[in-house]
């Protein structure tokens, strides 16, 4: 599968907007799992594949190149992977998302309680 770029047709849009590639990119498995485990330090291969529940290797190695070549995550020997500058504005800009959830859980589980 190709790297999302804007301007090219992704999945959800012939057009390739901007936010459609963004999204396209997210999607992908275990990518914002990635960029979660990269929002504090940069971490080696070995330490980012056991925080993400060990996942593959081969599918970790695809993820990282994806994100490097769309600028958001870079390598800095020898500490490891880190978030670009862009990667740590596209992070600090889910923020509002991740308080929204938060809210949304507590929301359902406050509802879930009135009804049992």
Known sequence: MALPKP???????????????????????????????LRDVPLTFRELRERCDAMSPTVLNQRLRELRDAEIVVLEEP??????????????????????????QKKLAAKADQDS
Request: hydrophobic fraction near 45%.
């Open 79 to 104: 500490s490891g992977y880190a978030l670009s500058r862009q990667g740590r504005q596209l992070l600090e800009a889910l923020m509002p998302l991740q308080r929204w959830s938060e809210q949304w």
């Open 7 to 37: 301007g090219a047709p992704v999945r959800g849009s012939k057009t390739g907007r901007p936010i459609m590639a963004l999204l396209d990119l997210l999607g992908r498995r275990w990518v914002l799992r990635i960029l979660w485990e």
